[in-house]
């Protein structure tokens, strides 16, 4: 099995923002121990660095966005191998001697050797997010579901940090997320799910053993 993990920024912003080793650290040890019993690629965001910067050239800021993921990237990498789980960074934005342009094929022979592969940059277009290049990653290469890492249990009617009322939602389809104007996940992301029909689960994943039960369909919710 094949997976796609999509690790945001402010889950690796954990208690130190903006880089927090012990949050990079247990993410690792989280993929490693998953990673026996399943490929996994992973997406990660760049909030915890930087998001929305305010630049002249809107784009600018984009670029500085995807710029950031690239940081966060390297550092997983680092913390992948001190967990003892090879690891290697491609980039939609590559920086020579340090990441690699993404090529597919590369990631794909990667992934079947039992490396983790850590997609940087994210689309490497502007005015996108993370989530999105975390679908687009997942359809490329071939990855049957979409894990979708975050701060609550999963998708619910409201965002729960601000209504108290708001209720869990274990399985939905794509279309109704979307028609309820849900925002856990970019809804441009679960679009382009909805079209190919890739399965999106959104757990929270900031506690021992959530990626492995993810995984397992035993914690938070399934889209599609
Ligand atoms: N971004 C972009 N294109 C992409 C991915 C990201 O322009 O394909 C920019 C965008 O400005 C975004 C920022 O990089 O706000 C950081 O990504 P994101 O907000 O998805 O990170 P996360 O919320 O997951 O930490």
Do not use: C
Request: no cysteine.
């Amino acid at each position: 099995m094949r997976v796609l993990l999509k690790l945001s920024g402010e889950l690796l912003a954990g208690r130190r923002p903006p880089i927090d080793w012990e949050a990079f650290s247990f993410h690792a040890r989280e993929i490693a121990a998953a990673s026996r019993e399943a490929e996994i690629a992973v997406v990660v965001g760049g909030g915890n660095i930087l998001r929305g910067a305010r630049t002249p050239v809107p784009a600018t800021g984009h670029v500085m966005g995807m710029l950031a993921t690239v940081i966060n990237a390297l550092a997983l990498r680092d913390a992948l191998r001190d967990a003892g789980k090879e690891a290697r960074v491609l980039s939609a934005l590559p920086v020579p001697g340090v990441a690699g342009a993404v090529d597919q094929w590369e990631a794909r022979d990667a992934l079947a050797a039992g490396e983790v592969v850590i997609l940087a940059g994210g689309t490497g277009l502007p005015y996108v997010t993370t989530d999105t290049a975390a679908v687009l990653r997942a359809l490329a290469l071939g990855a049957e579901l979409v894990l979708k890492g975050s701060k609550v249990e999963g998708v619910f009617t409201a965002d729960p940090a601000e209504d108290p009322g708001a209720e869990f939602i274990p399985r939905l389809t794509h279309a109704e997320y979307l028609s309820r104007g849900l925002r856990v996940l970019d809804p441009a992301a679960v679009q382009i799910a909805a079209e190919h029909g890739l399965p999106i689960v959104v757990f929270r994943a900031d506690r021992e053993g959530a990626l492995r039960a993810a995984l397992h369909g035993e914690i938070g919710s399934r889209i599609g």
